[in-house]
C-alpha cells in the first residue's frame, strides 16, 4: 500500500518561507497524484496544490499560486512544498495524500478523491 509522511511544518513568521516534505513509498511505476491538503479543526480539508509522480504535472489552487512550489524527486521517493510569502491564513495542519487513481490524467482536487494520508504536519504563521 502507499504510505506517505511529512516533516517540515514549524512556527515562521508572517512572510517568511518554509519547506515540508513527504516521504512516500508504494507508488512504483503508477502515475499517482500526490497532493498537499490543509485542515482546521471545524473545516473540511482544502486543496492546496498536487503533481502527478510520473509525468510531473501540477496543479495549485488559486490562492497559493505565486507563492508555493511542488516538486517531486523519484529517485528519493519525496514531494516537496515550497511556501514562500506566508500568511497568518495558512496556518494549518499540512497533509500528504495519493490520489486513489493509478493512472491520473487530470488532477483531482477533492478529497474524496485521495484515498492513502500522511499523518500531518503542523504549520502556524504568527503575524
Known amino acids: 500500500q502507499v504510505q506517505l509522511e511529512e516533516s517540515g511544518g514549524r512556527l515562521v513568521q508572517a512572510g517568511g518561507s518554509l519547506r515540508l516534505s513527504c516521504v512516500a513509498s508504494?507508488?512504483?511505476?503508477?502515475?499517482?497524484?500526490v497532493a498537499w491538503f490543509r485542515h482546521v479543526p471545524g473545516k473540511e480539508r482544502e486543496f492546496v496544490t498536487a503533481?502527478?509522480?510520473?509525468?510531473?504535472?501540477?496543479r495549485y489552487a488559486d490562492s497559493m499560486k505565486g507563492r508555493f512550489t511542488i516538486s517531486r524527486d523519484k529517485t528519493e521517493n519525496t514531494v516537496l512544498l515550497q511556501m514562500n510569502s506566508l500568511k497568518p491564513e495558512d496556518t494549518a495542519v499540512y497533509y500528504c495524500?495519493?490520489?486513489?487513481?493509478?493512472?491520473?490524467?487530470?488532477?483531482?482536487?477533492?478529497?474524496?478523491?485521495?484515498?492513502?494520508w500522511g499523518q500531518g504536519t503542523q504549520v502556524t504563521v504568527s503575524s
Open positions: 495524500a495519493a490520489s486513489r487513481s493509478k493512472l491520473v490524467k487530470i488532477i483531482p482536487t477533492l478529497s474524496s478523491d485521495y484515498g492513502s
Open positions: 508504494g507508488l512504483g511505476f503508477s502515475n499517482y497524484a
Open positions: 503533481t502527478t509522480w510520473l509525468s510531473d504535472s501540477t
